[in-house]
């Protein structure tokens, strides 16, 4: 069991929306970011792209550390699937427009992977969760007005459910912090494989 002063997370993550959920712990917590390679092999499940890419975040601020540093690092990055098409963040906004168009009256999967490293040790969990989502119809005005509004740009999927983009989403089945880009219930599960309790 780590004692209070090791109770430390290093979130390797500049997603302002993964540091407001991280507060939730209430847990002592820095921000340490690294660019990562995000190609994947395109035979990789969807599991496996969440997972891995959430790994080498994770490892890579890992490295960064300083001999003697303590602490968890957390790693996370989030997908969206449609018919085992993987959509991530547009590329402008002809493109934000295309994946709405796609997702829109159907349902579609968020996976967010989930690793965890300790500093001192190396010692490594990864996992998982996954939501399924379901959009509204829309009509080509409401995609218009949404994508204008600039919110859809930085996001996988091309929408922020718990931004303006909750207007458009139907109904979820799973874990709601699942879609905005960490999984806390998972979370505090993987903390507590290195005896950091949450509750």
């Given at each position: 069991?780590?004692?209070r002063d090791?109770?430390?997370?290093i979130?390797?993550?500049?997603?302002p929306?993964?540091?407001e959920?991280?507060?939730?712990l209430n847990?002592p917590?820095?921000?340490?970011?690294?660019d990562v390679?995000?190609?994947?092999?395109?035979?990789?499940?969807p599991?496996?792209?969440?997972?891995q890419?959430?790994?080498?975040?994770?490892e890579?601020?890992?490295?960064?550390?300083q001999?003697g540093?303590?602490?968890?690092?957390?790693?996370?990055d989030t997908i969206?699937?449609?018919?085992?098409?993987?959509l991530?963040k547009?590329?402008?906004?002809?493109d934000a427009?295309s994946m709405?168009?796609?997702l829109?009256?159907?349902?579609h999967q968020?996976y967010s992977?989930?690793a965890c490293?300790?500093?001192?040790?190396?010692?490594?969990?990864v996992?998982h969760?996954?939501?399924y989502?379901k959009?509204?119809?829309l009509?080509?005005?409401q995609?218009?007005r949404?994508v204008?509004?600039?919110?859809?740009?930085?996001k996988?999927?091309s929408y922020?459910?718990q931004?303006l983009g909750?207007?458009i989403?139907?109904?979820?089945d799973?874990?709601?912090?699942?879609?905005?880009?960490?999984?806390?219930?998972?979370?505090?599960?993987m903390?507590?494989k290195?005896?950091?309790?949450?509750?």
């Amino acid at each position: 069991m780590l004692n209070r002063d090791q109770r430390r997370l290093i979130l390797a993550s500049a997603s302002p929306r993964r540091q407001e959920l991280i507060r939730v712990l209430n847990i002592p917590f820095e921000i340490r970011v690294s660019d990562v390679d995000e190609t994947t092999p395109t035979y990789w499940s969807p599991a496996q792209v969440a997972e891995q890419l959430a790994l080498r975040k994770a490892e890579a601020v890992h490295q960064m550390l300083q001999e003697g540093d303590q602490g968890i690092v957390i790693g996370a990055d989030t997908i969206v699937v449609l018919d085992y098409r993987v959509l991530g963040k547009p590329k402008d906004a002809e493109d934000a427009v295309s994946m709405l168009n796609l997702l829109q009256g159907k349902t579609h999967q968020v996976y967010s992977g989930v690793a965890c490293i300790d500093a001192q040790t190396g010692e490594t969990h990864v996992s998982h969760r996954v939501t399924y989502v379901k959009m509204k119809h829309l009509t080509e005005q409401q995609v218009q007005r949404y994508v204008a509004s600039g919110e859809p740009m930085d996001k996988a999927g091309s929408y922020a459910i718990q931004g303006l983009g909750s207007m458009i989403v139907e109904s979820i089945d799973g874990c709601y912090f699942n879609v905005v880009g960490l999984p806390l219930s998972l979370l505090s599960d993987m903390l507590s494989k290195f005896g950091i309790e949450v509750l």
